[in-house]
């Protein structure tokens, strides 16, 4: 590596840049290490003179530009506008055998079933219309049996009945849904609510209605008949 003195601001190697160019001549350097020598010697003529390396500068450019620049530091009561670090946290994960939302989940088969049949209890101690439903139910598979139909004749009421009791535990469901969301207030959807239901409930028990008189009512009539 070689110097280059030609350039006071450039270190170059032997191999000339072809990408460098100097818009003007270079100054002569032996000039200028003379009057840094007399500088050195007499400090009182540095500022009389001027830079032979920027012949345009003025003492006072001089000092200006050779003036510390002091770092800058934050106001302690200018307010901190940066956003604050919030951590979201992640979603839970759904997992097939548990519900995010259930307060509780049974842990066995057995379990839910005994849920399932707690929830039967209640509505029987609860509801007028489902106890009065399950004796009549009751009451038309006695016939059924006493009356000796056929197999798959039976097998119709059962269904009907089963209906019949299924729309009621659903209905009680649905009541007790809309008393936990409405309390002792009045709203015109939560009655729609509890219309429709009971409604539902209505539907079932005037087919079962009609499905068990269609079967019952022939073979309980020729029974009577020949009981005369």
Known sequence: MKWN????????SSTP????RLNSSPPDLTNSIENLADNSLNPDNSVNKADPLNSSSSPDST???????????PNPTTPN??????????????TPNQR???WKVAPNVFLSFRYAWSGV????????????HTIIGTIALGLSWFLQIPVMEAAVIGLTIALVLAMELINTAIESVVDLLVKQSYHELAKI????????????????????GLLLLPPLYQKLLSMI
Do not use: M, W
């Open 5 to 12: 003195l030609r350039s006071p601001l450039f270190f170059t």
């Open 17 to 20: 840049n072809p990408n460098l």
């Open 63 to 73: 000092i200006e530009s050779l003036e510390v620049i002091k770092p800058i530091i």
């Open 81 to 94: 506008l940066t956003a604050p670090n919030l951590t979201i946290p992640n979603p839970p994960t759904a």
């Open 100 to 102: 995010q939302l259930a």
């Open 121 to 132: 209890i209640y509505a029987l101690s609860t509801q007028r219309n489902l106890r009065i």
């Open 193 to 212: 609510a509890k219309d429709c239901a009971a409604g539902a409930v209505l539907v079932a028990a005037l087919a079962s209605v009609f499905v068990a």
